[in-house]
């Protein structure tokens, strides 16, 4: 059961062979077991999961059960839990139990999902190693030495080592799907506004986007659909008609055109990496996909543009710690000011204030033209960019990341280098546009690589097709991690 | 361009957060460094070109001038550091 398939384990739930009590106690077990290792849980609640997991079984047994009756499933730590500590890896918010659900986390909810727990991650979600989290780093099952990548580190990790079927993640510049890539998950980050941001904490408005992270692109289809729909509470959240993300996972590939960018292929790739997509790719061939090289000409400029655009966003949207309304308030301080200096000098760390020291600064008078309005503009270009290439495709595939999992601390010195490593996952949050990360094999080292697919918008469908067509013909997805052996 | 120590600690005013004079060199060097790669942008001619504020065209959604809440002020209240009969306690600002 604990490397079953969510609609396995629906089934088993369905013909009595197992109990949600028996199955979350399982899942439990194994968090237990592994997260004094591997850290990807900040918060579990043993009796609330299963007393969740009994009410599922009586709601069963009563004949009600929906989508998830009785599955257990793990939420990043940025969703609202009512009830249950909310801490977005932050001091800052160590100690803050949310007085409302998430729209997500209300969503799973409906769905009948038992909450295991609540996920590490990037503080505020601004890191890709997991290691800026106040609770110490996640740590990679593949190798406990490496990261697991971020910023939804602990959900890619969970779902690796098998302690939860499934979680949710946020995506802002990759925080999905580069953490899925490295921990050989399937992640996928919707298009901007499919799944509401009401109780997510924000960090980037125009840019964060929850999504879910799982064994299979076929899981993930389903948790879209739980998660996907309008909410009012979001007031960029899309009014569209729900749809049917399974509908088209048989769909063969025959004709399908994949778009290659070759800015996406060039020097600073890994050679493992370059190997294991290129197999992937041609194994799309294998099946009927033709294959064309696009350009996507602006790629360079994308990680300049996110590091204007992200930490403006972010400086405003963390004004809100205050130390007034919830939060850490300082022990000492003089007057209001020196309250408020101290209350965010405190309970911050240090990615996160120089994230918000240089929106400030990008913000600021005299600035402002030269940063923030010409980031906005080469956005534009990269949003023509991608419109381009899908006039003459129908999804783009390339690496994930340039490299697989790397060394806890190698990067974090350096936050430069930290920030290029995602230059291909920043580029489709910009324009808004949705892509997943399937594995698609190993390196030398016997860690993971990521495919990365991208579509246009609202096209997940397609995508999840795509990608389940893969895991068809390949087993890359159901290796467990030899740092977490079953 | 690159940032002089009184810059530091204007954004650091400006933002509310406390940087000591010891801290002020290493968050220099590593603003620096953020802003020599944002600096790249420049190289680049966007004349004529309209910013992008957001991924999709949207429009605020008017809803009708009704109350949809209820009152749940003690409820969120609970978490805040000090309160007092309904209020939020904060360092004297008014003498």
């Known amino acids: 059961m604990l490397n079953a398939s969510l609609s396995e384990i629906s089934a088993a739930l369905a013909t009595k062979a197992i109990s949600s009590a028996e199955l979350t106690r399982l899942f439990l077990d194994r968090i237990r077991a592994l997260n004094h290792a591997l850290n990807a849980f900040i918060t579990v609640d043993e009796e609330r999961s299963l007393a969740e997991a009994r009410a599922a079984d009586a709601r069963r047994a009563a004949g009600s059960a929906a989508a998830l009756t009785g599955i257990p499933v793990a939420h990043k730590d940025i969703f609202c839990t009512r009830g249950m500590l909310t801490t977005c890896g932050s001091r800052m918010l160590a100690n803050y139990v949310s007085p409302y659900d998430a729209h997500v986390v209300e969503r799973f909810a409906r769905a009948g999902a038992v909450l295991l727990g609540k996920c590490n991650m990037d503080e505020f979600a601004m890191g890709s190693s997991n290691e800026t989290s106040h609770f110490g780093p996640a740590r990679n099952p593949w190798d406990r030495r490496l990261v697991p990548g971020g910023s939804s580190g602990g959900s890619a990790a969970a779902v690796a080592a098998r302690m939860t079927p499934a979680a949710t993640g946020t995506d802002t510049g990759g925080s999905i799907r580069q953490p899925a890539a490295l921990c050989g998950v399937s992640g996928l980050k919707p298009t901007y506004g499919l799944v509401s941001r009401y109780g997510m904490v924000a960090f980037a408005s125009s840019l964060d986007q929850g999504g879910p992270l799982a064994k299979s692109a076929a899981d993930l289809a389903l948790l879209l659909e739980v998660m996907a729909g309008f909410d009012a509470r979001d007031s960029t959240s899309v009014e569209r008609a729900p749809e049917d993300y399974r509908r088209d996972l048989d769909r063969p590939l025959a004709g399908l055109r994949v778009g290659l960018p070759k800015e996406y292929f060039g020097d600073g790739l890994e050679p493992g990496v370059r190997r294991a997509v290129g197999e992937a790719v041609r194994e799309l061939e294998r099946q009927g996909a033709i294959t064309l090289e696009v350009s996507l000409p602006n790629t360079g400029l994308a990680v300049p543009v996110y590091y204007v655009l992200a930490p403006a966003e972010a400086s405003s949207n963390l004004s809100r710690f205050d130390g007034v309304r919830y939060g850490h308030r300082a022990a000492q301080y003089d007057d209001l000011l020196d309250m408020y200096c101290r209350t965010r000098a405190e309970g911050f760390g240090a990615e996160v204030k120089r994230r918000i020291l240089i929106g400030t600064y990008v913000l600021s008078h005299g600035y402002y033209d030269a940063y923030y309005v010409q980031a906005q503009k080469l956005r534009r270009l990269i949003a023509q960019d991608f419109a381009a290439a899908f006039a003459r495709c129908d999804v783009i595939a390339g690496p994930t990341s340039p490299s697989t999992a790397f060394a806890l601390g190698a990067k974090s010195d350096d936050p430069v280098q930290m920030y290029l490593n995602d230059i291909f996952t920043i580029p489709a949050p910009l324009a808004g546009l949705p892509g997943l990360s399937i594995p698609c094999g190993f390196d030398d080292k016997g860690l993971p690589v990521g495919l990365q697919l991208m579509g246009d918008y609202f096209s997940e469908a397609r995508l999840l097709n795509v990608a389940h067509r893969y895991q068809q013909a390949t087993d890359w997805h159901a290796r467990v991690p030899k740092d977490a052996p079953l | ?95």
Do not use: C, W
């Not at chain 2, 690159?2 to 060097?29: C, K």
């Not at chain 2, 190289?43 to 992008?52: I, S």
């Not at chain 2, 999709?56 to 805040?80: K, Y």
């Open chain 2, 1 to 95: 361009m690159s940032l002089s120590h009184d810059q530091v600690q204007r954004l650091a005013l400006l933002a509310r957060i406390a940087v000591g004079p010891g801290e002020t060199d290493a968050v220099l060097a590593q603003l620096n460094r953020v802003l020599e790669l944002i600096e790249q942008m420049q190289k680049v001619d966007t004349r004529g070109v309209e910013p992008m504020a957001h991924a999709l065209d949207l429009r605020q959604r008017v809803r009708e001038d009704s109350v949809t809440e209820r009152d749940q002020h003690a409820l969120f209240q609970s978490v805040a550091p000090a309160v007092e009969r309904g209020l939020y306690l904060v360092p004297k600002v008014i003498e």
